[in-house]
């Protein structure tokens, strides 16, 4: 289905926590919708968003998939996210790429751990918010306890705009309260809904349901309260314009109802999200200029191009395909287009509208539409494609630091070549990864946010590539620093038969805030050092920083300043002054108070009552600070802020500490110095390597 215009076009991210049917219900929603013939299920490896292997095989979604529903001469776009927090990346790049939120909810746990994380996501995207109640149909699924704690969670915003008839295995519908109709499904069926009489039953819920919900749409709107305080009600135009005026300005979350597994309620959550949701023309999407100047873009088709690449998929067979929201313009198959990041030109083939990795080719794409193009050259996830007179980048999501770093060795010899490519088109796929080598034993090292997340990483490896590899004990990323300024000085001479070497530099090195990272400032007057061999400088002092000073861990967070130096006119080199560099840089360390940094995990673990002691004493054993405790349902959920290396073998212990009745969610949160026992056992174990390498 393609369209021309914006308003014709809905672009909705569908997370959650996980196993809230998010996957279920974007199924019944695409079979409601008439794009398949039948219901597909997630336990049967047939859904159109979760078509990797690893996804068939685990019955989990793992990477963020599109796809789209024709529905009443709109097209739906829905943006299917896992719901693991070690998929957040994916989630993130979902929420940025849509305009608005569907959030999944399992009515019978309520709100979870990572339904806060999302929440808290789409509001600093300033994301409209559409809250889905799924497993309606489960036993002890319950409408009031599930609204009163998404109540307690995220307050009284979050309003009803439908109702259930029937409980748990009696649920077979829903009353719309704006519409006060009713719409029954047929159990099993197509999702279709069949427009009935409210139940009698159900009367004087409607009637106290639709007055909180006029109450509430009236308070977000002076002239619209004065009318409710006149009449003690609203018409029912006011009540759609202002309930929708509201959702966009993030004033009220709609609750709607569903069962995706039986087909109940995709008909009416489809007539919600045209009703609710702003369409791409309503809404302005952040950018930067060329200068770096925030500005925001509008969803007109006649504007400048910018797309956003928010996805790409890799296939050995495919190649790769990027996945894109047109933000402003119109994109045309066979154009060539501009990648404001690497600076260069990209030729597009084939446009793709996408049912997950389905395609169908189409000539153009309109602003706020969603697309595919295959086989880019450059672009990479994140990148804009925009016109080359007026550059811009678009807003992206800022993806965290990996949790945990695994080496990774090829079972045999002849797959030594092949990783190394493997590993970068994993990397183009998620860019939560990140695969490299160690500078000092050379391994290849693949980092991710847990070991669940390398494990997949690995098994792609062996399905897509054809290369196994064996995995050993997660590396802690450990980084140096310095706490105080210092003064270094580099003086290398040579002299050998004919031409010498000679280069001669002064630095200062200062500490930088927590994140940083480095930074270099040419401070020489004059001439002491000619211009064409200062950045040898710095590249000397780049390469000895990446080697550390105590342990071998990168040194980070501190600022070098180029102060002066000497040159010989024969024998000065960029080599010279490369090695001048690196032994002024190891001059300065010895006076800058080095350090080791370890980086800190933000966790949290869910548990029920009586675990809570004996977790909170492992924690504390484990230089754990906890940062508090909250109640959720019948669970405690336990914040704590732990070192890495405390955490490496927690899945296992947590496990057997609980018989397998609590979980736990990590990720990084910051780096701090390690004690000083820790830092000294870490340097004796580097000095015993390096003598052990050179005996």
């Known amino acids: 289905m393609q369209v021309d215009s914006p308003d014709k076009i809905r672009n909705v991210a569908v997370a959650g926590h996980n196993d809230t049917g998010k996957t ?21 490896g047939n859904t159109l968003t979760d078509f990797d292997h690893e996804e068939t095989e685990r019955k989990i979604s793992i990477g963020l998939a599109a796809c789209f529903v024709p529905w009443q001469g709109h097209k739906v776009n829905l943006l299917d996210c896992p719901g693991y927090g070690i998929f957040f990346s994916e989630t993130q790049g979902g929420l940025r790429a849509a305009d608005s939120l569907l959030l999944c909810v399992n009515g019978v746990a309520g709100v979870e751990v990572n339904t806060e994380k999302v929440w808290e996501t789409a509001a600093a995207l300033e994301l409209p918010t559409v809250v889905c109640l799924t497993k309606m149909d489960r036993e002890r699924a319950d409408f009031e306890r599930a609204l009163e704690s998404l109540h ?26 704006v519409n006060q109709k009713a719409y029954q499904f047929t159990r099993d069926g197509n999702g279709k809904a069949t427009p009935a009489d409210i139940p009698a039953a159900l009367a004087d819920e409607v009637e106290a349901h639709r007055g909180r919900l006029i109450e509430a749409v009236a308070e977000t709107d002076d002239k619209l309260m004065e009318g409710f305080f006149e009449n003690g009600t609203i018409s029912q135009e006011d009540l759609v314009a202002g309930l929708r005026g509201a959702v966009a300005r993030r004033q009220i979350f709609p609750l709607t109802l569903a069962s995706g597994s039986h087909g109940i309620g995709p008909a009416s959550l489809l007539d919600a999200l045209l009703a609710l949701v702003p369409s791409p023309a309503e809404r302005a999407f952040p950018a930067q200029n060329v200068g770096g100047e925030d ?24 190649g790769k395909i990027s996945i894109m929201r047109v933000v402003s313009g119109t994109l045309n198959s066979d154009s060539t287009v501009w990648n404001s990041r690497a600076e260069e030109a990209e030729r597009l083939g084939h446009l793709m509208l996408l049912q997950g990795k389905q395609g169908t080719n189409v000539q153009k794409v309109v602003a706020g539409d969603i697309a595919g193009v295959a086989k880019l050259k450059v672009t990479a996830t994140g990148d804009t494609l925009c016109a080359k007179d007026k550059p811009v980048k678009l807003g992206w999501i800022k993806v965290a630091e990996p949790a945990m770093a695994f080496a990774v060795e ?34 290849h090292l693949l980092s991710g946010n847990g070991q669940l997340h390398i494990e997949i990483a690995v098994a792609k490896l062996r399905h897509r590539y054809h290369v196994d590899v064996l995995l050993h004990p997660p590396k802690v990323p450990y980084r140096e620093t310095i706490l105080k300024p210092a003064d270094g000085h580099g003086r290398h001479k040579k002299q050998t038969g004919g031409r010498g070497q000679f280069a001669d530099c002064k630095i200062k090195i200062e500490p930088l805030p927590r994140g940083e990272d480095f930074s270099f400032a040419d401070e020489i007057f004059g001439g002491a050092i000619p211009q064409n061999y200062r950045p040898a400088v710095e590249k000397g002092i780049q ?6 000073f105590l342990a071998g861990y990168p040194m980070v967070d501190f600022k070098v300043r180029l102060l002066d130096g000497q040159y010989h006119d024969v024998d000065s080199s960029e080599m010279a002054f490369k090695i001048a560099g690196s032994l002024a840089y ?101 000095q015993k390597h390096r003598q052990e390498e050179q005996e």
């Open 410 to 443: 090829p079972k045999s010899k002849g797959d030594e070549e092949k990783i190394g490519d493997a590993l970068h088109r994993l990397m183009d796929e998620d860019i939560a990864l990140r695969a490299g080598r160690d500078p000092e034993s050379h391994d």
């Open 152 to 177: 307690k969670r995220f307050g009284r915003a979050v309003i009803p705009v439908q109702i259930p008839i029937g409980q748990e295995a009696g649920f077979t519908g829903v009353v719309d309260l």
């Open 295 to 318: 500005i925001t873009l509008q969803g007109d088709p006649a504007g400048p191009l910018a797309a956003l690449v928010f996805k790409t998929l890799s296939d050995p067979f495919t």
């Open 543 to 548: 390469e000895a920083r990446r080697r550390g």
């Open 586 to 686: 190891k001059d300065a360390m010895q006076n800058a108070k080095p350090t080791i940094l370890e980086p800190v995990m933000k966790v949290e673990i869910e548990t029920t009552e009586e675990f809570t002691g004996d977790i909170m004493g492992d924690l504390s054993h484990r230089r754990g600070r906890p940062q508090g405790m909250d109640a959720v349902n019948s669970n405690q959920i336990i914040k704590a802020l732990v070192p890495m290396a405390e955490m490496l073998d927690y899945d296992r212990i947590l496990r057997a500490m609980t018989q397998g009745r609590s979980s736990f969610h990590m990720e990084f949160d910051h780096y701090e110095e390690v004690p000083k026992l820790v830092q000294d056992k870490l340097i004796a174990e580097y």
């Open 24 to 44: 279920t219900l974007v199924s019944a929603l695409l079979y409601a919708g008439g794009v398949t013939t039948r219901l597909h299920r997630v336990e049967d």
